[in-house]
């Protein structure tokens, strides 16, 4: 079935650990998303991918990174978590104006 | 840049009720207007959009919204609400440039017997 698989579904995480989130996409979209989503905030987009090989930054970009080697893949990584990264991680990819949005990996940092 | 403003976190319903969930966007260029859904545990999907045209969208489900440029709003509509609508709404704006997607606060939507 095409579409997004994120990986883990949930994590608890010791503040200061590194930790990659997953994302990998079957629809050849071009552009790729990360957003995370709080209660009472809503969705705000941390990094995006209009296209393989370029990243850039959204609302929310500190203390986190990704890349884009290839189309399919896309990333997030976590230096040295903290306790404010503990959210729910959802990536998307887009195909003009529309986006389609993976389960999501819900990361508690403790 | 763009804003969107969901200003009830949550509404209540009783079941086959009609339901509004209010949305108003602010943006000095062109804009679509989405609206997505998302079901307890799960990722978020498109319920309908508007990029043109007719200012009334029916998307998924039984659901309707009406763009109305002059109050800058995308109310979203049903007519008789189902428990299975349980859910939060997300209403969201891109310029019509394909810049990033903003959204909104999100609304719970509760269905009660």
């Known amino acids: 079935i095409a579409g997004i698989t994120q990986a883990p579904t949930s994590q608890i995480l010791a503040a200061g650990r590194r930790m990659t989130l997953r994302c990998t996409q079957d629809m050849r979209h071009n552009a790729m998303y990360w957003y995370r989503q709080d209660l009472g905030l809503g969705l705000r987009l941390i990094h995006y991918s209009n296209t393989a090989g370029t990243t850039g930054k959204g609302e929310v970009p500190d203390g986190y990174s990704v890349s884009r080697a290839n189309t399919d893949d896309f990333p997030l990584t976590l230096a040295s978590a903290v306790p404010s990264q503990t959210s729910v991680y959802f990536c998307a990819s887009g195909l003009g104006d529309e986006q389609f949005f993976g389960p999501g990996t819900r990361l508690t940092v403790l | 840049a763009q804003s969107v403003t969901q200003l009830d976190s949550q509404v209540p319903v009783f079941e086959e009720a009609p339901v509004e969930l209010r949305c108003n966007y602010s943006?000095?260029?062109?804009?679509?207007l989405f609206w997505y859904v998302q079901y307890p545990n799960q990722g978020l999907q498109l319920l309908l959009k508007?990029?043109?045209?007719?200012?009334l969208v029916k998307g998924i489900n039984g659901f309707e919204a009406e763009f109305n440029k002059s109050q800058t709003s995308f109310h979203l509509r049903k007519p008789s609400v189902h428990i299975s609508d349980t859910a939060e709404y997300f209403c969201?704006?891109?310029?019509?440039?394909?810049?990033?997607?903003?959204f909104g606060t999100g609304t719970r939507l509760l269905v009660s017997p």
């Open positions: 969201a704006v891109i310029n019509t440039g394909f810049q990033k997607l903003v």
């Open positions: 943006s000095s260029v062109s804009v679509y």
């Open positions: 508007y990029l043109s045209g007719s200012t």
